[in-house]
């Protein structure tokens, strides 16, 4: 039986867990993002994780440059093969958000099409 009082558990933890992390951290936004994207690096995290900060530091202002400042402040730490995965990965997170977009307009213009 399906429960349809939570169809996405996992995704509703982690967004409460973030909204909490948020709630209880004296830190600025962007430097809380920053962070994020650090601890990113450091976990090995997969691409998915990329695109979601990625989304919420361009949303914050934060830029492409900024965020090769932290890899550089921390490829001493974690090493410069965990910064050449952290940067494929987002390669890969960033590609597969341009075929999202490119997918959303060609259904708008299928559906545009469709109606006349």
């Known amino acids: 039986m399906s429960d349809t009082r ?3 558990p996992v995704l509703d933890l982690l967004s ?11 830190l600025d936004i962007e430097t809380l993002i920053l962070v994020r994207i650090a601890a990113l690096v450091a976990v090995d995290a997969p691409a998915v994780s990329y695109a979601l900060n990625l989304e919420a530091a361009s949303e914050a202002g934060l830029d492409a440059e900024t ?11 974690v090493g410069t093969a965990r910064i050449a995965a952290a940067t494929g990965k987002i390669v890969r997170a960033l590609a597969a958000e341009i075929q ?12 545009e099409d469709d109606e006349t």
Do not use: C, K, Q, W
Not at 16 to 26: C, G, N
Not at 67 to 77: D, K, L, N
């Open 100 to 111: 999202l977009a490119e997918l959303e307009v060609a259904e708008l213009e299928f559906e």
């Open 16 to 26: 409460r867990m973030t909204a909490d992390s948020l709630a209880a951290s004296d």
């Open 67 to 77: 965020v090769r400042g932290v890899f550089t402040a921390i490829a001493p730490i």
């Open 6 to 8: 939570n169809d996405a």
